[in-house]
């Protein structure tokens, strides 16, 4: 299936993998492609070679294929490694209507990316040896004059031509591709500068008769550039070896992430074990993980006790315990009782794929800072043309010396490759978003980044993000007119058609009592309650004002009475039956073991936490004070809409918010923030809010994702200002005559292969 996601406002996306491009430049240049076509805007990311492309309906995938085609480049789409082809799926339903005939077929969708550079990566290496064996005894003969003997410049001809025309073809092939479009990259500056050192040589050794003949003027005295060829050629090519190698290392965490899935599945049909390739599970199967195997996909556990091993996907060292009921999660390892999972989403649709999806759209996004990149790169490559050539034309003009003039040329095209400018950034992302999905930090785009620097302020939802969210039944306060298991079972009933946390611990106590009741009728309004009919009666659960709003009189005693049960630090639910109140259900909640060492990392990175909830303000109060968290820093009675409120009264203030919450009820405050952050644990709504995502349900990896994007953020900085600085300052010295160019081919290389590994430092963020 290939990876193409179509989009209800007629636009659908299009991932294409580009093959070709070498610098800024051939970016830049597949984007303005790309862009003159009605309706298309493209993003191309060169470490990926790849480009993601929205196109409305009317433009055709062959159409973006031959354009980038057009432009010089070889184009194809890129296949999803999650997605389950209709072929497999059919295969799937097949086997399970065909359930313990333990035969199958079809071809599981392989795990993993393309790994397209290889080729192109043992291409470079067979060049590069071939050169560096020929430019060693080139350079020899050419700088020793002990080495040189009489004809010595036919000798070195021979040596250099392989390493100039077959070594240096890569970068003359891209150079005339590029230059029949009337268009100059990055391999431009190469090939000029490679083929005007070796032909202007081959024209001094056959022309000139003095050199020749030996008479008057010896090779020596170094008339003949075919060692600067030979040996740019040489650095040029181990430079871009090594960064071919560096940027296949930078994108070891996604390729690791998305080869964390089990390759097979023990599907349960009919009471027979069957293993199956993983591709071939759909929603429904019943799959059986034995102790140290992995997960297959996602589901709930049907039977069976276990500690589950989330660290690979969530970045959480501690396993979790399971049972009955329980979500499992895709590539999870289960480390000790043998469980039975029903499979709820497989394919594209699973944790991991979803994962993989964020992590490679924020790797081909672009921030702000890169977009002033390909601005530059793409008027940088011409300027440095007309500086080449002004410098060669100034030193003849001035200076008279046609060799002087003519290394100092050749040093401006060399050392002006803008290869450290295009890189910069890009390699930047895609090592730190890999490395953050290694500890469980989804990373959604490059903007994020931006955000995550200007932000001085964390409003953190209580429930689920600072406390465990698990709440628990601890008492009931009946009516007279109702007893406490009649109250509860009543209330279970009703709250069972709710997502809240509330409403689960409420249905997990009922339940455990006796049956639930079949509700009907069932409302509910975000931050009020619930309401349903159970059995002939009606009932009403939630807040006081929840419970006036549906016809429940509510005198003075029960007001005293919540109010008495919220100075305990209960989360108090009034209930009422019929229009009349019938009791309280009173529920507590844990704070998290790590919460107040996370806020107390906040505070070093220098936020402000700010606690949001629901609760009553006494609840809140006092989580806020066993956190660290300041009275005044406290919003309690908090509505749905009231987070998004709080929200704008902070950012009115001229706070730069961010919120981190987990639920449904969050998903319009985390929009509403400069920084939205979703708990992984919580809702897929959500996590399609959030510009950040935590997988686990720690809170210090809240702290750790904002330090690994501001790391992130600063060592792409720390590779522009290098990069820039690097051809600002390397051009006016190669033109004044300063840099011989053989040098400047070695620092141009050693520049690339810098700047990716200054971004692969990346990879050890977390570790102590």
């Not at 055709?60 to 082809?85: H, R």
């Not at 021979?158 to 990259?185: D, E, G, M, Q």
């Not at 952050?677 to 809170?699: F, H, P, Q, R």
């Amino acid at each position: 299936m290939s990876n193409e996601v179509t989009f209800p406002t007629n636009q659908r996306i299009i991932e294409l993998d580009i093959q070709g491009m070498t610098c800024a430049s051939c970016v830049g240049r597949v984007e303005r492609k790309l862009g003159k076509i009605d309706g298309v805007e493209a993003l191309v990311n060169l470490p990926l070679e790849s480009a993601k492309v929205t196109v409305p309906e009317s433009v055709s995938t062959e159409q973006i294929i031959a354009t980038v085609a057009a432009a010089g480049y070889q184009a194809s789409v890129k296949v999803d490694p999650f997605a389950v082809t209709e072929a497999v799926a059919a295969v799937a339903t097949g086997a399970a209507a065909e359930a313990g005939s333990g035969t199958t077929s079809g071809t599981p969708v392989a795990h993993g990316m393309n790994h397209a550079e290889e080729p192109a990566g043992n291409d470079l290496k067979k060049r590069l040896i071939v050169a560096a064996v020929f430019t060693v005894p080139l350079f020899d003969i050419s700088m020793v004059p002990g080495a040189q003997f009489p004809h010595w410049g036919w000798v070195a001809l021979a040596l250099a031509t392989p390493v100039a025309l077959w070594s240096a073809w890569p970068f003359h092939r891209a150079a005339a591709i590029n230059a029949r479009h009337l268009a100059s990259t990055m391999d431009t500056l190469i090939s000029l500068g490679v083929l005007a050192a070796y032909l202007f040589s081959l024209a001094q050794l056959v022309i000139d008769p003095m050199m020749t003949a030996h008479t008057g003027m010896k090779m020596s005295d170094h008339q003949l550039y075919f060692e600067t060829a030979g040996v740019v050629a040489t650095f040029l090519l181990l430079g871009r070896y090594l960064e071919a190698r560096a940027k296949s290392r930078a994108g070891d965490a996604l390729k690791s992430l998305l080869d964390l899935g089990a390759k097979e599945a023990v599907v349960l049909r009919n009471g027979v074990e069957t293993r199956i390739p993983a591709a071939e599970l759909i929603p429904g199967d019943e799959f059986v993980v034995r102790p140290g195997e992995k997960i297959a996909t996602d589901g709930f556990v049907v039977t069976g006790q276990s500690a589950v091993d989330t660290a690979l996907v969530t970045g959480e060292s501690l396993p979790v315990e399971v049972g009955p009921d329980d979500t499992v999660i895709g590539a999870t390892i289960n480390t000790s009782g043998r469980l039975l999972v029903r499979a709820t989403r497989v394919g594209r649709d699973t944790t991991l794929a979803q994962m993989g999806r964020l992590v490679s759209e924020a790797q081909t996004g672009k921030a702000p800072i890169a977009r002033l990149t390909d601005r530059i790169s793409a008027i940088f490559v011409p300027i440095v043309l007309g500086i080449a050539l002004l410098t060669f034309v100034l030193w003849l003009a001035f200076g008279g010396d046609l060799n002087t003039a003519f290394s100092a040329a050749v040093a401006v095209l060399v050392i002006a490759c803008p290869c450290a400018l295009g890189l910069a950034t890009p390699i930047g992302l895609l090592v730190g978003t890999g490395r953050g999905a290694q500890l469980g930090i989804l990373i959604r785009g490059p903007q994020v980044l931006e955000d995550t620097r200007k932000i001085d302020t964390v409003l953190l939802d209580k429930t689920g993000t600072i406390t465990e969210g698990n709440l628990a039944v601890m008492s009931t306060e009946p009516t007279a007119n109702v007893d406490s298991r009649t109250l509860l079972a009543l209330a279970g009933a009703a709250e069972a058609g709710s997502e809240h946390p509330i409403a689960h611990a409420i249905t997990a106590a009922a339940a455990r009592q006796s049956p639930l009741v079949a509700a009907t009728e069932f409302t509910s309004a975000p931050g009020g309650g619930v309401r349903a009919s159970v059995g002939v009666h009606t009932v009403v659960a939630g807040r006081m004002s929840w419970l006036e709003e549906n016809g429940v009189a509510l005198g003075d005693e029960h007001h005293a009475l919540l109010r008495t049960a919220q100075e305990s630090g209960a989360t108090s639910i009034m209930v009422g039956v019929d229009g009349t109140f019938a009791g309280l259900i009173n529920l507590s909640d844990t704070i998290k073991p790590t919460s107040a060492a996370a806020i107390a990392r906040l505070k070093e990175l220098g936020l402000r936490p700010v606690l949001l909830t629901g609760d009553n303000s006494a609840v809140a109060t006092r989580v806020a004070a066993q956190v660290g968290i300041a009275a005044e820093d406290v919003f309690a009675d908090v509505f749905p809409e009231g987070k998004v409120l709080a929200v704008r009264t902070l950012q009115a203030q001229g706070q730069v918010v961010a919120m981190v919450g987990d639920g449904v009820n969050d998903a319009s405050a985390l929009a509403q923030a400069d920084l939205g952050i979703a708990m992984g644990s919580g809702t897929d709504v959500a996590i399609e809010a959030a510009d950040l995502t935590i997988m686990g349900n720690d809170l210090t990896q809240v702290a750790q994702s904002i330090e690994l994007s501001r790391k992130t953020l600063g060592t792409i900085k720390t590779n522009l200002f290098w990069a820039f600085a690097y051809n600002t300052a390397g051009i006016p010295i190669a033109a004044l005559g300063l840099l011989n160019p053989m040098i400047a081919g070695a620092a141009m290389a050693a520049s690339s292969v810098l700047v990716v590994a200054n971004s692969l430092r990346l990879r050890s963020f977390g570790r102590k």
